[in-house]
């Protein structure tokens, strides 16, 4: 019987800082695509 392989443990936190970082990005990116909406006039004065 087969046991599933372990995760190595540099590749399990790389894979974390990879997916909380991308977060970051995206968060970023929505915000700045609200930011670029024509509705937003009061930003440009």
């Known amino acids: 019987m087969r046991t599933a392989p372990q995760p ?3 590749q399990e ?3 974390k800082k990879i997916r ?3 977060d970051v990005v995206d ?3 929505f915000l700045g695509a609200g930011l ?3 509705g ?3 930003l440009v004065g």
């Open 8 to 10: 190595d443990p540099y």
């Open 36 to 38: 670029q909406e024509p």
């Open 20 to 22: 909380r970082r991308t």
């Open 40 to 42: 937003c006039g009061w």
């Open 27 to 29: 968060t970023f990116l």
């Open 13 to 15: 936190r790389l894979n």
